[in-house]
């Protein structure tokens, strides 16, 4: 079952350092939210605050109607919240079973259902984690989010470093994932087409702030705003300034 996460007038950072200054944002149930902008203005740093992972200075942070805010990590994680970290971060002494084993909890999703929503990582279950390609461990990686059953999934940038082939493949999985479960998602992504895509609304930070938050796809058409707040040219490539993936 899937429930509304918000954020209200979160400030947050490294220790004493604030990163996040007075976000907010809310996403409704079963519905999905593309946290876009340039490099380092706070799109990781949003996740770790809503996993509490990180020094929170002041607001709240709410999942359905639990406060998390002062919940430590892994009681946040056991009601529901679930992320696919940017590092992938699988169990390289694991076989990708076991990998999903100890992250299993009660739900709709099982080890069964990520080898249908994955065939090459069901022929991959006895490898070994480190012995898997970068797709197939980030097969794992949101498979392994699933299988904890959440309420919310929190995606880090679930695009960066694969071929074209394997982002078809991690697009359509998150397509089916939201038709099954309807799973309330935040997206960090760095590919603005393909974030704008399969979201149905959009937040842009800068300097630890939203500037601006609205429909995915009124913001796709909005080239000057993609152009003056994330740095991407009138063909959607990240310019030189906009990004670390403009090679990509
Ligand atoms: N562990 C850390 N300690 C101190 N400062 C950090 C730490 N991690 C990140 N920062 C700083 O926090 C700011 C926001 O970083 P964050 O990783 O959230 O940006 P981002 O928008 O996710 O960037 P990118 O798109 O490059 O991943 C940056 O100025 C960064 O240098």
């Known amino acids: 079952m899937s429930k509304p996460l918000s954020v209200e007038a979160l400030t947050s950072g490294y220790g004493d350092v604030p990163i996040l200054t007075g976000l907010s944002m809310r996403i409704e149930a079963g519905s999905s939210m593309a946290v876009l902008g340039r490099n380092g203005v706070g799109k990781t740093t949003l996740l770790l605050s809503i996993l509490g992972l990180i020094t929170q200075h002041s607001g709240s942070i709410t999942l359905g109607d639990l406060r998390l805010e002062r919940m430590l990590p892994f009681r946040r994680a056991r009601s529901g919240l679930a992320l696919v970290p ?3 971060e ?3 002494s694991l076989t990708v079973d076991e990998n999903l084993a100890v992250a299993q909890r009660h739900g709709q999703w099982s080890a069964t259902d990520i080898y249908e929503l994955f065939p090459p990582l069901a022929r991959r279950r006895r490898n070994l984690g480190d012995r898997l390609s970068g797709g197939e461990q980030q097969m794992l990686a949101l498979g392994r989010a699933l299988v904890t059953n959440p309420h919310v999934l929190l995606l880090d940038e679930p695009f960066e470093g694969l071929a074209p082939v394997i982002v078809d493949v991690i697009v359509e999985a998150l397509q089916a994932v939201r038709k099954r479960s309807g799973l309330t998602s935040v997206l960090v992504e760095h590919r603005t087409d393909l974030a704008l895509e399969i979201t149905e609304r959009a ?6 702030a939203a500037v ?14 993609l152009a003056s707040l994330i740095g991407l040219d009138a063909t959607g490539a990240e310019t030189k300034q906009g990004t670390k993936h403009a090679a990509v």
């Open 212 to 225: 601006w938050e609205g429909a995915s796809q009124a913001l796709a058409l909005r080239t000057d705003l």
């Open 90 to 92: 699988i169990f390289p």
């Open 203 to 208: 937040m842009i930070l800068d300097h630890g």
């Open 86 to 88: 940017q590092e992938r």
